[in-house]
């Protein structure tokens, strides 16, 4: 061996050995990096794992220590998204990870009868879960919490009485009568001040009716309809009227009632309320696409709206004014087979289709246009307008309308019916209009009774009077096999009408004064509701009739319902057409 290769050898040698060593220092390195990583991955893992939580604790109280039922909302500083959990039978509450992003919350709750001092702001982060136990007490003001329906079922009266109340939510609480100060004499002014007021007001941005008032003088045009009211019968609403406000007392007299806190599966629920970019805006109808799309009408300006279901963003477009001189805003929206947006655009006379693709409108104007309520489009069904080009439309009269040739033909209620018949002497046209699948026609008349099938092909009208009478069906869904699914809003019922077998089947709603606006049936066998009073979503299982009444966050008037059926178990979706706001509610269980 020479010296130079024992030199280079032992050179070798010791870069070998070197490089061994830096090589173990590196894969130390490495393998601690990796462990990092790794913990780094699971804790992005957890962060990510929908069950785990950003946000929870414990609501208790003096009274009832742990608490069941109490809603718990977060609203992220700056953003316009509020996520809604409610507590468990052990008064425990958790926000998954995935619906809260890092951020400073402001919480609130609501149990009636209960408040919380100001819990917030408390902040998430994304790595551990924050912790907030809530102490409630009970609250100095209960009137100050109290729905519609508890109102109505803290006031004495018999239910006729009270019924007249229904006819006064559509623009504003009843709040704000049972604490006015008003005698009789001062309520026949006030009523007689409603019925100059369009359907799309609310008392900060009221539209005067510009052909004078309302012909049935409950301030709700199609409530009742027909004539007005003898003056007699508008003394003896307004004498009640006065028997249940503050104008002899200081504090009422008759002690305030309010419903049960949600219980078991009514607390398996997570709603998400999204704040429309108009503080003015009146959701009436939401409908979801096959995109993922909801649509919603404004009952009190010349827009509709898309809310992108993902993403929570919102984009809002113009519907064009038809006369400048009418009421704004758009009652019905419905989509047709493919894929346009409908609308009933009430005073403005006109059903307008929307094209999502190129944003423009087309519209088919009323006959009757500029002759009072009769120019009303309320309600368009385009539902099956693949069937024969045509459409149904809801206004004082109902039509069906021939797309192509723009002629509308007006359905006869009273064919066949002789003058002085019972019959012909009730109000018998239709609120909600819906289309089976040969586009015949189902009106759900409001003032009455009936679920009315009007043949598309032949105009004959036949007639069908619900189990519960003067049940005043309001609004409905067709489902795939052509039963209709209808709110009974006087009922107190969700109401099905096959229209094969030509039977009836009622459910009727455990909660009194719900009073059920509208009724759908999602792909899972489930019906769903909710009304103008009470601000409960009621989910009920059609197979079993088990019922689950979920309470939402806060006061909400429920028009139009809908359902997602592209997840499991089905979303529901609502407006809240006096809050600006649009609702998902999912179901856990
Ligand atoms: C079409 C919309 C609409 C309907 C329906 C309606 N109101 Fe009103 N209401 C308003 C508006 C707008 C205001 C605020 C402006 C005003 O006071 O005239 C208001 C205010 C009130 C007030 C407070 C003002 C006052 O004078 O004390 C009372 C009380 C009231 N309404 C009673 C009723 C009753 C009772 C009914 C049902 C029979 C009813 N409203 C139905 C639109 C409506």
């Known amino acids: 061996m020479s010296l130079t290769t024992a030199i280079s050898r032992e050179f070798v040698s010791a870069n070998v050995k070197k490089a061994m060593r830096v090589l173990s220092a590196t894969t130390i390195l490495l393998l601690i990096v990796s462990a990092l990583l790794l913990c780094a991955g699971l804790e992005i893992l957890n962060a990510q794992n929908s069950s785990a939580s ?70 998430v982060t994304a790595q551990k879960a924050a912790e907030l136990d809530l102490k409630l007490r009970k609250t100095r003001d209960l009137s100050r919490q109290l729905s519609n329906g508890e109102w109505l079922m803290s006031m004495p009266g018999t239910q006729e009485q009270k019924q007249v109340f229904l006819g006064c939510t559509g623009c504003h609480t009843l709040e ?55 003056t007699a019968v508008v003394q003896k609403r307004a004498e009640y009227m006065a028997t249940v406000d503050l104008s002899s007392t200081s ?53 509709v709206g898309k809310l992108d279901s993902k993403t929570g963003k919102i984009a809002e477009y113009p519907v064009p004014v038809m006369d400048p001189n009418e009421p704004r805003g758009a009652l019905d929206l419905e989509l047709d087979p493919s894929g346009y ?28 246009f500029g002759k009072g309520d009769a120019a009303r489009t309320a309600m368009v069904t385009p539902g099956r307008v693949d069937v024969d080009g045509k459409v149904w439309v809801g206004a004082d009269d109902e039509y069906q309308v021939n797309l192509n040739s723009g002629k509308w033909v007006t359905i006869d209620y009273t064919q066949g019916l002789p003058p002085d018949s019972p019959l012909a002497k009730l109000n018998l046209g239709s609120y909600g209009v819906a289309s089976d699948s040969k586009n015949n026609f189902y009106g759900m008349n409001f003032g009455g009774t009936f679920i009315t099938r009007v043949d598309a092909k032949t105009m ?73 009073s009470n601000d409960h979503i009621v989910r009920v299982n059609t197979k079993t009739s ?32 006096l809050g600006a706001t649009i609702i998902k509610l999912e179901p856990l269980e």
């Open 176 to 230: 704000r009568i049972v604490r006015s100060q008003h005698d009789a004499a001062e309520f026949v002014q006030v009523l007689q001040r409603m019925t100059t007021y369009a359907q799309g007001s609310t008392p900060s941005r009221p539209q005067l009716r510009p052909r004078g008032p309302a012909g049935n003088g409950d301030g709700e045009g199609p409530m009742g309809g027909g004539p007005p009211p003898p």
């Open 341 to 368: 947006v409908w609308l009933g655009t009430m005073y403005q006379g006109v059903i307008a289709r929307l094209d999502p693709k190129t944003q423009e409108f087309k519209t088919w104007k009323i006959p009757t």
């Open 54 to 123: 950003a946000l929870g604790g414990r609501v208790t109280s003096q009274e009832e220590g742990p608490m069941e039922g109490v809603l718990v909302s977060a609203k992220r500083a700056g953003s316009t998204i509020t996520v809604t959990v409610v507590s468990d039978a052990q008064g425990q509450y958790s926000f998954p990870r995935s619906r809260l992003e890092p951020g400073q919350y402001s919480v609130r709750i609501r149990a009636v009868g209960y408040e919380t001092d100001n819990p917030g702001p408390v902040e």
């Open 546 to 577: 088990d019922v689950t009444e979920y309470l939402l966050p806060r006061t909400t008037n429920v028009r139009r319902v809908n359902v997602d059926n592209s997840t499991n178990p089905p979303t529901f979706w609502v407006g809240n057409n």
């Open 460 to 532: 004959k009208v036949t007639r069908f009077a619900t189990p519960t009478p003067n049940s005043a069906p309001r609004r409905g869904h067709i489902d795939p096999q052509d039963r209709l699914w209808f709110g009974e809003y006087r009922g107190n019922n969700i109401g099905m009408f096959d229209t094969k077998t030509e039977k009836f089947q009622e459910y009727a709603v455990p909660t009194t004064w719900t009073n059920p606006y509208d009724a759908i049936l999602d792909s899972a066998g489930y019906a769903w509701t909710g009304g103008m």
């Open 251 to 303: 504090q009422w007299e008759y002690p305030l009632k309010t419903n049960a806190r949600p219980k078991g599966k009514a607390t398996k629920v997570i709603i998400t309320e999204y704040d429309l970019p108009r503080p003015e805006a009146m959701p009436h109808d939401a409908v979801i696409d096959a995109q993922g799309m909801v649509w919603y009408s404004d009952f009190g300006s010349q827009y």
